[in-house]
């Protein structure tokens, strides 16, 4: 399961610290960030089941920084 986040994160020595402590409290997820995407995209993918959006939003919170999920976007063609 992979979950995307939009992140008010600028700078890679804080996108750096705050995969440490991604994976130093979830062994089983795998985050990185995409600081180039207008939204400050952090990209998290579990190895056994879903994300915990929740947690991992109050994680950053802690750490002084804000997150919220991205709403899957479905592409219609016609």
Do not use: W
């Not at 947690?55 to 804000?66: A, H, Q, S, T, W």
């Amino acid at each position: 399961m992979v979950e995307v986040f939009k992140t008010n994160v600028i700078e890679d020595d804080h996108a750096n610290m705050l995969v440490y402590h991604i994976h130093q409290n979830f062994g089983e997820y795998k985050a990185n960030f995409d600081l180039e995407d207008c939204d400050r995209i952090l990209r998290v993918k579990s190895s056994t089941g879903q994300v915990e959006a929740a947690v991992l939003i109050n994680l950053l919170k802690e750490l002084g920084f804000d997150a919220e999920v991205l709403p899957d976007e479905s592409v219609i063609t016609m």
